[in-house]
């Protein structure tokens, strides 16, 4: 898988000096609606562009599965990609965003690339063979009490039914922990994690660009990542719990009073 990581590495940084070149000019780009509180910058496709380029040339029969132009049949290696993630953030000048690529074959999660152009932190994983940020190995931290953890989240902007549960497993973990932090990058939240940097995260409804690669760094890196009802349905879901293994149980068991059968 070398090569193909190689090959993520490569479209990331790519993606992310066209992403760096467009920063100061964010609040001018034309921004289009997908949704409800979900937009696109025409940065957003150009950086997308430029992935798919690089690795269509390099592996032609390979399938596509990216957030803005959605599916591109090929064979069974599907390359997962997330050209911005953090747009909002990107529109406003908030420094969080990041480029998410992964690859994934047969089912399962292969490679893991995830860029922040700002810090020039690169992020990395293959299947097998550990974490790194910037060529230095990594791991989740070894905390195993919920009182002195830091913990990343997101809020479930696009799917606002699951708002009451979602404020009702905040309200829980913030009693017991020492904070949450919620900077609008899915994948940036994940490689801290994977970083030692948070020490453990849930997220309701995300898409499966938003965290591929970043929980395949996060098991990489030696922790844990589950769905709502404890299984790895988390790529279909978009619910996710993670952390080191005893932070995901400690996680766990006060989210889970609070999943409806919805989330489930």
Excluded: C
């Excluded at 066209?18 to 780009?29: D, T």
């Amino acid at each position: 898988m070398q090569p193909m990581l190689n090959i993520a590495v490569r479209a990331a940084r790519s993606a992310g000096e066209i992403i760096l070149r467009s920063a100061e000019k964010a609040p001018h780009l034309r921004v289009d609606a997908k949704g409800k509180n979900d937009f696109a910058t025409e940065i957003d496709r150009l950086a997308e562009k430029e992935i798919i380029s690089l690795i269509k040339a390099a592996y032609p029969e390979h399938s596509i599965l990216a957030e803005e132009s959605g599916e591109h049949a090929g064979n069974d290696f599907i390359w997962i990609i997330d050209p911005l993630d953090g747009t909002t953030n990107f529109i406003h000048g908030f420094p969080q965003y990041a480029v998410s690529i992964a690859l994934k074959y047969k089912g399962r999660i292969e490679v893991g690339v995830i860029y922040d152009p700002l810090r020039d932190e690169l992020f990395t994983a293959k299947r097998g063979g550990g974490a790194m940020l910037n060529n230095r190995r990594i791991r989740v931290t070894d905390l195993t009490g919920m009182r002195s953890a830091l913990i990343g989240t997101g809020f479930p902007f696009k799917v606002p039914e699951h708002l009451d549960a979602y404020l009702a497993m905040f309200r829980a973990i913030t009693l017991e922990s020492a904070g949450i932090r919620r900077a609008g990058s899915a994948a940036l939240d994940l490689a801290y994690l994977a970083a030692g940097r948070l020490d453990a995260f849930w997220e309701i409804g995300l898409k499966e660009w938003d965290m591929a690669a970043g929980i395949l760094l996060v098991k990489e890196a030696g922790g844990v990542a589950t769905d709502f009802s404890f299984n790895d349905n988390y790529l279909a879901s978009g619910n996710v719990i993670a952390g080191n293994p005893r932070m995901h149980q400690l996680m766990y068991q006060l989210i889970e009073p609070h999943v409806t059968s919805a989330l489930k």
